[in-house]
């Protein structure tokens, strides 16, 4: 499942993180706050709980998302800024982490860090920039439904359909916020993001390649 949102405004956000002048710092900003803005639309239906609490005007019961049901898997290292704008949403979620390192010669991936939380019964939420040859989220899903979670999101600032189509008989919803038009010969998203690991972590210049 695929899941494309479509939002002027969020498109507008992404457009300022493909520019490559933007940056890093205000790169990484863009990032927390695109991933923070996508989160409700992503998660539109999750479970709550009902509670009593005592407001200004007298107790009510109000409907509450059980946000301890929640577990953020950021792909190392490209997906942390995404990671502190999910846990500006549900500050209660635990968090896991992935480091996975894909081969520039190969295209294929390979782990190096991995730290995850209880998964049984949990809501998990993949935060990776880019789903490129999916390559990456394969590996990932593998590692995470071995520990039965309840359900699995991904969500990606961009994809391919190439990376869309190897997952087409997954259960997994994947969302993004554009769905690009496909892969050069590096692997690379086009127009995509370029590599977003070196982008958020060192200014690169304008006149710098980024594959």
């Not at 990032?31 to 407001?55: A, F, H, W, Y």
């Not at 896991?96 to 782990?111: M, N, P, Y």
């Not at 789903?131 to 520990?147: D, H, R, V, Y």
């Amino acid at each position: 499942m695929i899941r494309i949102l479509d939002n002027p405004i969020l498109r507008n956000k992404l457009n300022r993180i493909r520019d490559r002048r933007t940056p890093a710092h205000e790169l990484r900003q863009h990032v927390e706050d695109l991933t923070s803005m996508s989160l409700p639309l992503i998660l539109d239906s999750v479970p709550t709980r009902s509670m009593q609490i005592e407001t200004p005007m007298g107790e009510y019961v109000f409907e509450f998302v059980i946000e301890e049901d929640f577990v953020f898997v950021p792909i190392l290292r490209a997906g942390l800024p995404m990671l502190n704008g999910a846990l500006r949403v549900f500050q209660k979620a635990s968090v896991g982490f992935l480091a996975i390192r894909r081969d520039e010669e190969t295209l294929k991936s390979h782990v190096y860090y991995s730290r995850l939380p209880h998964l049984e019964g949990k809501h998990v939420v993949i935060l990776d920039p880019m789903l490129a040859t999916g390559g990456t989220l394969e590996l990932a899903l593998k590692i995470i439904m071995e520990k039965n979670p309840k359900k699995v999101y991904t969500f990606h600032l961009v994809a391919s359909p190439e990376g869309v189509e190897r997952f087409k008989y997954w259960e997994v919803s994947i969302s993004t916020v554009s769905l690009d038009d496909g892969l050069n010969t590096k692997g690379y998203i086009v127009p995509g993001v370029g590599d977003m690991g070196d982008r958020l972590f060192s200014d690169c210049p304008p006149s710098t390649p980024l594959g």
